[in-house]
Each structure stands twice: as C-alpha cells, then as structure tokens.
C-alpha cells in the first residue's frame, strides 16, 4: 500500500467554482505535510505548506487530520489557471525524505 | 531563488548506450535527489545524496548509479539503457533538516530509449 494516497482524478470543474482534495497517509509519525503544484510537462513546485491549526494562503485552504491522518486543500473561486496536478506531500516520522502521492489532477473549464 | 539545473530537456538514446543526466545546484544545499516520474505511478526515488560521495539508494534504485563528487553537481548514471527505462527524471535538492519540506527541482530531462 502506497504511504500517501490520493484520487488521481481528473476533477473537472468550471470557472468559479469550489473543489476540495483529499490525501491519506499511512505514517502516523509523519510530521510535515505540503501541497505542490505540477503543471503539465513541467516540474512540482511548493504550493503551500500544511499546518495544524489549518492554512489559508488566498483562495487556498490546507486543513489537517492527524487522528484520520489526511490533508485536505480547498480551491475557492477556480480560476483556468489553476489547472494542474496537485501533489501531497508528507515528511517525518524518521526519515528526512519527503514522501509524495501520485497527484490529483484538476482541470478547469471556462 | 534557487536554481537546480539539468543538463539535456530531451535526450533519445539507444538500448545498451550508457547516459549521463546531469543535474548542478547553486544554492550549496547538502541534500540532493533524482527522480523518476511515470504517468499513473507518480514521483519514485531513484537515489539520494546527503553530502559529498555520500549517496543512499531509493525506492527504484536498480539499472541506475550516482555519482556526487562536488557538492553543486549530481550525477544519474544508467549503465546499460533499456526501453523501460524511458522517463521523465527530475532531480531536486534541499538544504539539511529542511522542516519546510521544500524540494528545489529541475526542469526535468525526458528520456526516450529506443
């Protein structure tokens, strides 16, 4: 079983609207998690990290489970420019080596 | 900014050639990593280096070595290509005991072996 599990999608949605991913991990001693951003053809970068009081960064809210053990991010108002694969990300529990999932991909229509 | 550099974008390479994917990072980072990524598998890691002429294998490390002997520059070597070994490969690096979790990528280098 893979130790971060995500739904790959896609996720359609127009313009505008809200969409909301969840991750799981199987660690429980992880103890940093992350969302990156993968645009097509191009390499992962850092999105946002996850707190455990939950984070908000604009239009983008990560919340965390730790007694479920999943991440959640939350896209408010979808813009066409948020169409990308979205990567969960945990770090800890012993090893100093991120662990990613395999990707949510979103795409966003007009 | 940081920037992590690869060596070739695009390569296409024939079954038994030796390949060099070079990647150099600027930033004096101490952690670096290679990568591959396959459509539905996702990011798996190949090896990793923690210092110089320090490296540990990762989850897929078998038909590929490394080599870091300067700090800046690490090496993904496949010794004898083959067709399942065409890919994306990214590689990325970190300062030591990163708590923001950041890894610095590469564009990446699309390999085709034919």
């Known amino acids: 079983r893979k130790e971060v599990e995500q739904d790959p999608g896609p996720f359609n949605v127009p313009e505008g609207a809200t969409v909301a991913f969840n991750c799981t991990y199987s660690?429980?001693?992880?103890?940093?998690f992350f969302w990156y951003r993968q645009d097509c053809r191009k390499e992962p970068k850092l999105l946002m990290s996850?707190?455990?009081s939950g984070n908000e960064d604009g239009r983008f809210t990560a919340q965390l489970n730790r007694a479920s053990q999943y991440i959640s991010l939350l896209i408010r108002d979808s813009k066409l420019s948020d169409s990308a694969t979205y990567l969960c990300v945990t770090k800890g529990g012993g090893s100093y080596i991120p662990t990613f999932g395999r990707g949510t991909s979103l795409i966003v229509h007009p | 900014d940081v920037k992590v550099t690869q060596s070739s974008r695009y390569l296409v390479k024939r079954t038994g050639e030796k390949v060099f994917l070079e990647c150099v990072q600027d930033m004096d980072h101490e952690n670096m990593f290679w990568y591959r990524q396959d459509p539905g598998l996702g990011l798996r890691l190949i090896y990793f280096s923690y210092d110089v002429k320090m490296k540990e294998k990762g989850d897929i490390p078998e038909g590929y070595s490394v080599s870091r002997e300067k700090k800046e520059r690490f090496s993904l070597i496949l010794e004898s290509a083959s067709t399942n070994q065409t890919s994306m490969y990214l590689c990325a690096s970190n300062p030591p005991g990163s708590d923001t979790g950041e890894l610095f990528f590469g564009e990446g280098s699309r390999l085709t072996v034919l």
């Open positions: 660690n429980s001693a992880s103890q940093s």
């Open positions: 996850v707190y455990s």
